[in-house]
């Protein structure tokens, strides 16, 4: 059973950055696809980023395609989020996940493992 755990998430001001990071173990990390999901509430879990099985494709969502990085380490199995000019419309639960497909999918219904989620909270 693959398990998936994140972190890095805090409580931090407009403007700065953070790196999320997710740990993977209980599978074969190279045959997964990867992807970072946000839920804030009230509002469905979107995809905000994703990667393909070696990383070779990413997509991004349109609302943080110029500052927000997938990137993932097939040495360490993690997989990061870099998160740069954060807006407190980016405050959410951030979810890593795994999807038994090769590209970088969005499609939330790829993905087959989840983790617990760490929040991330934007605020002056």
């Known amino acids: 059973q693959m398990q998936l755990v994140e972190s890095g998430g805090g409580l931090v001001q407009p403007g700065v950055s953070l790196r999320l990071s997710c740990a993977v173990s209980g599978g074969a990390f190279s045959n997964y696809a990867m992807g970072w999901f946000r839920q804030s509430p009230g509002k469905e879990r979107e995809c905000v980023a994703s990667i393909s099985r070696i990383g070779t494709s990413t997509w991004r969502a349109g609302s943080v395609k110029d500052r927000f990085t997938i990137s993932r380490d097939s040495i360490k199995q993690t997989v990061y989020l870099q998160m740069n000019s954060l807006k407190p419309e980016d405050t959410a639960v951030y979810y890593c996940?795994?999807?038994?497909?090769?590209?970088?999918?969005?499609?939330?219904?790829?993905?087959?493992?989840w983790g617990q989620g760490t929040q991330v909270t934007v605020s002056s």
């Open positions: 996940a795994a999807a038994p497909v090769s590209g970088a999918s969005n499609d939330l219904k790829d993905y087959a493992y």
